[in-house]
């Protein structure tokens, strides 16, 4: 890709002209070239219209046969998680126990000036020996030092004695197990409150950096951030607003987790919502299931907030204009999100709670019934496909905690679009790593057939979904007037996925009238991001492009 001129500073606009590629547009399928004016999409069309232009732009920008697309939207992420995962102690790829003792021996020996060591990732179930690092192991790996150190679902952790020494109290809080098992609940929520407490300024603003300058190398353009006081703190939340008003990058729109409304808009939050958790996690056991989870007998996992209160909360909400939200994944947690909207609708109508766009994070666990409602309440799913690419299947963990026929039920994405209910598309990062291309794949190629969907409809669901996902309905496709977030590709031929509910089948014939996008097939290779643009900013060159 070439260019007569460098890219645009984030100081002012400038008038540009795209062309010689392929311009992801529904305003036209065949689309070559794009203007981008003000921060806003000015046209798309031909090549040969695109003459027309090119002496009147201050940059002409060759794409070489690049695809643009809109920008990507991650609707869940823990930004500075995220960025500590990139630049510091990352076990998701540790394959056993003693895989993860060798990097946190390492880390904690390259890192001898850290006052607290944080890291994230550890997954027992994939190890032979099934089980975690003890609180003896994890003292002697360090020295003795603080560790916190989470399990990839974020909802349990390990620590070491030093840690748990800066948190008075923490042995009686509900979730405090004594060196075997891990830290859920409250006592997870304290150590986590004090490992952060620890990280300096500094290094919180460095991984918060990291996280952003990673998302802009993947062509995701927007951030929603899901904050909260169980989750990070409120200088982590306003710092990196402030952050990104400041620094060029992905913008980032905050959700803050919080039963206090006020609190929430005080912080400049968009919505009391993200992760307010209605329940846990399946990996760690505290998913809240109307049966028992099939290797932890009797066991039903951790409820945390009833229909009453998600009621109240609506209400708040809907009545303070801003979105409301709930962390909900096991069916029985699911059932009480729904009942609760319910109750907020039969109490101020129920257009008012269809206008506020109400949203529920990850919904892993639906029913022909909480579908239903999901549709007439008019909720937004923001939801992982990488979820189930990680841990669905005959033999994953999923199947390992509910028993395969629970499995074969759960992340139902076709079920939720042929209900008309909204989806947005996110990672959930750290828990998986930001990859927008790797997440329509999963969606297209499901693990269970009759959830997937098409590759196209897992596009927007990661493009315009997460803009339909904080009520805007005018953003996210490249259109005259829409706002100019977009990403330049390299990419293969494109294809056009045929409607097929069985398998994914592909074509290339431009009489379909359909825009095209890069064949996602398993094992085909994933689109690289040579430019990302956010709001008519250059934001991430590829270097050497």
Not at 156 to 185: C, N
Not at 256 to 277: C, I, N, Q, S, T
Not at 427 to 449: E, M, Q
Not at 519 to 538: A, M, N
Request: negative net charge; contains cysteine.
């Amino acid at each position: 890709m070439s260019e007569s001129m460098p890219p645009a500073s984030p100081g002012g606009h400038r008038t540009v002209l795209l062309r010689g590629g392929e311009v992801h547009s529904p305003a036209d399928p065949f689309a070559t070239a794009m203007v981008v004016e003000r921060g806003h999409v000015a046209w798309v069309g031909s090549e040969g219209a695109a003459d027309a232009f090119a002496s009147g732009v201050d940059e002409v920008v060759d794409l070489e046969g690049a695809l643009v697309t809109p920008a990507f939207v991650d609707a869940h992420v823990h930004t500075t998680a995220t960025g500590f995962a990139l630049t510091g102690l990352d076990l998701s790829a540790a394959a056993s126990l003693a895989e993860a003792a060798g990097l946190i021996r390492a880390h904690a020996a390259a890192r001898p000036e850290d006052r607290i060591l944080i890291g994230h990732g550890w997954d027992a179930s994939r190890w032979p020996e099934r089980r975690p690092l003890t609180r003896a192991e994890l003292d002697e790996l360090t020295g003795g030092r603080p560790l916190y150190l989470t399990r990839i679902d974020v909802h349990s952790a390990v620590v070491t004695t030093a840690l748990l020494d800066l948190v008075p109290g923490v042995r009686e809080l509900d979730g405090f197990h004594d060196g075997q098992r891990p830290l859920t609940g409250d006592a997870h929520h304290a150590v986590r409150a004090a490992a952060f407490a620890a990280v300096s300024p500094q290094q919180r603003t460095e991984a918060q950096r990291a996280a952003r300058l990673k998302a802009a190398s993947l062509g995701i353009g927007t951030l929603h951030e899901c904050g909260g006081p169980q989750i990070s703190s409120e200088e982590d939340f306003t710092g990196l607003l402030d952050l990104a008003r400041e620094e060029a990058g992905p913008r980032v729109v905050g959700y803050w987790a919080d039963l206090d409304v006020e609190r929430a808009r005080a912080l400049g939050a968009l919505g009391a919502a993200g992760d307010l958790f209605a329940d846990g996690s399946l990996g760690s056991h505290t998913a809240c299931l109307h049966e028992p989870y099939a290797d932890h007998a009797g066991h039903t996992g951790s409820a945390h907030l009833d229909a009453a209160a998600i009621a109240l909360h609506v209400v708040a909400c809907t009545e303070a204009g801003l979105q409301a939200g709930f962390h909900a994944i096991g069916d029985a947690a699911v059932t009480a999100v729904v009942e609760g909207v319910r109750a907020a609708a039969e109490k101020l109508g129920l257009a008012r709670i269809r206008a506020a766009r109400h949203r529920v994070e990850h919904v892993e666990m639906l029913t022909p019934e909480t579908i239903a409602a999901f549709a007439e309440l008019g909720l937004t799913a923001s939801v992982q496909p990488a979820f189930d690419a990680l841990w669905g299947g005959e033999e994953g963990m999923y199947a390992d905690r509910l028993g395969a026929e629970r499995a074969r039920t759960l992340n139902p994405y076709a079920a939720l679009l042929r209900a008309g209910v909204p989806l947005a598309f996110g990672s959930d990062s750290p828990v998986t790593p930001l990859d927008p291309w790797g997440t329509v794949r999963a969606a297209a190629f499901h693990r269970t057939p009759e959830h997937r969907i098409s590759a196209r409809a897992a596009f927007t669901a990661h493009t315009r979904g997460g803009w339909r996902a904080v009520g805007r309905d005018d953003a996210g496709t490249l259109v005259p007037g829409a706002p100019a977030d977009y990403a330049v590709w390299r990419t293969e031929e494109l294809v056009v996925q045929a409607p097929d509910d069985r398998v994914a089948r592909w074509s290339t014939d431009p009489r379909s009238g359909t825009p095209g996008l890069p064949d996602l097939s398993p094992g085909v290779d994933l689109p690289v991001c040579l430019r990302t643009v956010v709001y008519g900013q250059t934001v991430f060159v590829r270097p050497n492009e």
